[in-house]
């Protein structure tokens, strides 16, 4: 969602007359895109910050914006304390973007002959479909600092993904902090289902991808749906966050361990080759080893493709942070999630093997240290050689080496 607002801010400020720089130290606007999902997120936008004092001071012309989760609702507040930045607004208020922007780009629109271009187009394009979340997980802040859920209508989406299509992109990747909440708060209210039907069908569009899915939300007709049709990959984001159900009621998911299993299990019932993620949080307060140790087993026992894993860490203002103590030790945690990552590397580096002499198809992003990189339906990062431009293009390549975290073809 980050990456996809940033390239919205970036789209905005084209049309007001701004173009990129890779350099730091030539830009004349710096726009930080925030993260304060943990603590450690938190402090790298204060360190940033304290950077961008030291760089206004030096060029005084320089201008300063701040947007995602740092900025809360009370804005005075930041205002007084960052003086240097010349505006906070909140995520996806591009309204308020555009507004400033807007009186400044007047300047540089009588200065130079610059033609605004119009939303960038890529191979594979983020596409937000819902904001917001109404969920309260005892442990998140996302609630509190994007509102509740407000989705676009299907019209709307369906009329942006034509156009970048229209413009050579292959694949869209829809974005929500829970995508299988869509719809509902619409006038007439729709669904994931109905979208990715009508998406479905659009010529030119190659791949469909969504993210992030809620357990507790994910319905047998939305997977059926997802298994019927042709152009939705076969690659599953499904936030498990622990494996004990006192963990998980304290963490206020909304589904027990049992019932995550029941889910999976169906999901692999109707798309056998699904490749499955999954999201854990390990440290949650008062887990116990045992608690932990349930955790792991159903890792095993699921054996995801790839698990993102985090240590707790206390948002302030979320109920976890009000009413738990956050007393697990942090070396105690450390241990935890160096766990996690240690089996689920076992597991990747088996089910990838499994892929070696295997023909693939991969929607080529870019190019990093000589080679293409792009990926696979099943969301496997795959690097190859060629001479030739594949930007772009949807190329098959076969695999010879593998590793738990990408593919060499
Ligand atoms: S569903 Fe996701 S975004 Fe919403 S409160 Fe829970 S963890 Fe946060």
């Known amino acids: 969602m980050n990456k996809a607002e940033s390239l919205q801010v970036a789209d905005h400020l084209e049309l007001?007359?701004?173009?990129?720089?890779?350099?730091?130290?030539?830009?004349?606007?710096i726009v930080l895109n925030t993260c304060v999902v943990r603590q450690s997120a938190e402090g790298k936008v204060l360190g940033m910050l304290g950077y961008l004092?030291?760089?206004?001071?030096?060029?005084?012309?320089?201008?300063?914006?701040?947007?995602?989760?740092?900025?809360?609702?009370?804005?005075k507040q930041l205002e007084k304390r960052f003086p240097h930045v010349d505006l906070f607004f909140k995520p996806s208020d591009y309204v308020e973007l555009f507004n400033w922007a807007e009186k400044k780009a007047i300047a540089v629109l009588e200065n130079t002959a610059y033609t605004p271009p119009g939303r960038r187009v890529t191979a594979s394009a983020f596409i937000p479909i819902v904001q917001g979340c109404n969920n309260f997980c005892s442990y998140c802040i996302v609630p509190y600092r994007r509102g509740?859920?407000?989705?676009?209508p299907l019209d709307e989406i369906v009329c942006e993904v034509t156009g970048l299509v229209a413009h050579g992109t292959k694949e869209v990747i829809l974005l929500g902090q829970n995508v299988n909440s869509y719809g509902h708060d619409l006038p007439t209210p729709s669904n994931l289902t109905?979208?990715?039907?009508?998406?479905?069908?659009?010529?030119?569009?190659?791949?469909?991808?969504?993210?992030?899915?809620h357990p507790k939300d994910m319905s047998q007709q939305l997977v059926q749906t997802i298994a019927s049709l042709?152009?939705?990959?076969r690659h599953i984001n499904l936030p498990l966050q622990a494996g004990n159900d006192d963990v998980l009621k304290a963490m206020r998911r909304g589904y027990t361990a049992e019932q995550y299993r029941q889910l999976v299990h169906d999901i692999r019932r109707y798309i056998p080759d699904v490749a499955l993620s999954t999201d854990v949080i390990v440290g949650f307060p008062d887990e116990s080893d045992d608690q932990f140790k349930q955790t792991l087993t159903v890792i095993k026992e699921i054996r995801f493709d790839t698990v993102h894993v985090a240590a707790y860490s206390p948002r302030s203002g979320t109920i976890a942070a009000r009413d738990y103590e956050d007393n697990i030790p942090p070396d105690v945690k450390k241990d935890r999630l160096n766990k996690v990552e240690e089996i689920q590397a076992k597991m990747s580096a088996d089910i990838n093997s499994r892929l070696t002499g295997k023909t693939v198809e991969v929607l080529v992003e870019g190019k990093k240290g000589g080679k293409w990189y792009g990926r696979t339906q099943s969301n496997k990062l795959?690097?190859?050689?060629?001479?030739?431009?594949?930007?772009g293009r949807l190329i098959d390549v076969t695999i010879v080496k593998t590793s738990p975290w990408a593919l060499q073809a």
């Open 53 to 75: 004092k030291g760089m206004k001071s030096q060029k005084p012309d320089l201008s300063v914006l701040v947007t995602g989760c740092f900025v809360d609702s009370d804005i």
């Open 148 to 152: 509740g859920e407000r989705s676009r």
């Open 382 to 391: 795959v690097f190859f050689e060629s001479a030739n431009d594949c930007l």
């Open 230 to 233: 042709d152009k939705v990959c």
């Open 194 to 213: 109905e979208l990715l039907t009508a998406l479905n069908d659009m010529a030119g569009l190659a791949r469909i991808r969504f993210l992030t899915n």
């Open 16 to 29: 007001c007359g701004y173009q990129a720089t890779n350099v730091l130290q030539e830009a004349n606007l």
